[in-house]
């Protein structure tokens, strides 16, 4: 079983910072991909920015320049700066994660993964 745990969401006024921070914990053998998404009420869940095990990285449009995602391999943990924070990014905001893990018959495989969420208030 793979566990993630947030943390870092909280109230802040229009052009503050905040920092939220992902920590998988558990039985895998990796960490493929990890990344944030965010959910705005009445809204679809949307990627902000994830991090691949190649070393690529993905921002949604509206985030770049603001955003930045980090990853610690070695701590199995992900953060994202975010910077410059508007209104518009007030959400609920989950950690995503692909591990692989052992399968039966000694064949790997990609499972996924989500956080419990964590809510980002940007308001003055």
């Known amino acids: 079983q793979v566990r993630l745990v947030e943390s870092g969401g909280s109230l802040v006024q229009p052009g503050g910072s905040l920092r939220l921070s992902c920590a998988a914990s558990g039985n895998f053998l990796g960490i493929d991909t990890m990344g944030w998404y965010r959910q705005a009420p009445g809204r679809d869940r949307e990627l902000v920015a994830d991090?691949?095990?190649?070393?690529?990285?993905n921002y949604a449009g509206s985030v770049k320049g603001r955003f930045t995602i980090s990853r610690d391999n070695a701590k199995n943990t992900v953060y994202l700066q975010m910077n410059m924070l508007k209104p518009e990014d007030t959400a609920v905001y989950y950690c995503?994660?692909?591990?692989?893990?052992?399968?039966?018959?000694?064949?790997?495989?990609?499972?996924?993964?989500w956080g419990q969420g964590t809510l980002v208030t940007v308001s003055s």
């Open positions: 995503n994660a692909k591990p692989i893990v052992a399968g039966s018959g000694g064949v790997n495989r990609l499972i996924e993964v």
């Open positions: 991090w691949s095990s190649r070393g690529s990285t």
